[in-house]
């Protein structure tokens, strides 16, 4: 069906409708092979509340923006590539029902629908549009996604030291690493995680013990493999390189 509709008149108006919607801030959707499988309005659990989002599925990216004008105007458009995502279902919780996670390298986050069938769907269709797609190039599905943030709501304390209570003052913050809300103290490290950004982004304590000294083990072995090769002696340069993690 999707090939069928890939270069078909009706295919190409939906496309152009969406990007309509967008306004010149929106990027363009339309290109040779892209399908709009479906639309419709998820629940995204943000960090300050659970928010309306629309979101229009195609047969290689995922969109979505703020809804300004039902069914007429969005803006603050996202595009997530289907090759990187990853969908987990989430159990139902309270008044948060019928959701999933699309987890991939850069951003994760859990979004609900109003019905179990329409979550269901959803599911099923970005499934497939992903499997095609790892299909078709012959890649591996994505092993390592960013972590899912808590809500604020959440945490009334610091989720790592159990101590700091979160007031006006005292702020709420996340680690990009685990997705934990953490105080300032406890957060104080940054990191870079280049799938997520070109500079270091902050991390909790914990996290970071972590990561330093996976990156440290990595380098040690790298130096131990290398001196069958080359001198013990490394470069100043070198010496910088390691000191500054």
């Not at 999707?2 to 078909?8: E, G, I, P, T």
């Not at 295919?11 to 709009?36: W, Y």
Request: charged share 25%; proline share 5%.
């Amino acid at each position: 069906m999707v090939d069928r509709l890939a270069n078909s008149e009706a295919n190409s108006k939906r496309i152009a409708v969406v990007e309509s919607c967008f306004g010149a801030a929106g990027q363009p959707l339309a290109i040779p092979g892209r399908v709009l499988i479906g639309e419709g309005v998820l629940t995204k659990l943000c960090r300050k509340k659970p928010k309306a989002r629309q979101f229009f599925l195609f047969n290689d990216i995922l969109v979505y923006g703020n809804i300004v004008i039902q069914k007429k105007k969005y803006n603050k458009q996202h595009i997530i590539p289907l090759e990187s995502v990853t969908i987990d279902t989430v159990p139902d919780e309270g008044d948060l029902r019928n959701g999933w996670l699309i987890k991939t390298p850069t951003k994760s986050f859990a979004v609900y629908a109003a019905t179990a069938t329409e979550k269901s769907e959803w599911m099923n269709h970005i499934g497939k549009c992903v499997g095609d797609l790892l299909q078709k190039s012959g890649k591996s599905p994505t092993g390592e996604h960013a972590a899912v943030w808590v809500p604020d709501s959440e945490a009334s304390v610091c989720m790592r030291c159990k101590k700091v209570k979160f007031t006006p003052v005292s702020r709420r913050h996340h680690c990009r690493k685990c997705g934990f809300v953490v105080c300032g103290p406890c957060s104080e490290k940054k990191y870079l995680l280049p799938s997520q950004s070109s500079k270091p982004v902050r991390v909790c304590e914990h996290c970071y013990e972590q990561l330093t000294s996976v990156n440290l083990q990595a380098r040690s072995d790298s130096i131990t493999r290398g001196s069958k090769f080359h001198s013990n002696n490394l470069s100043d340069d070198d010496d910088d390189d390691d000191s500054s993690d």
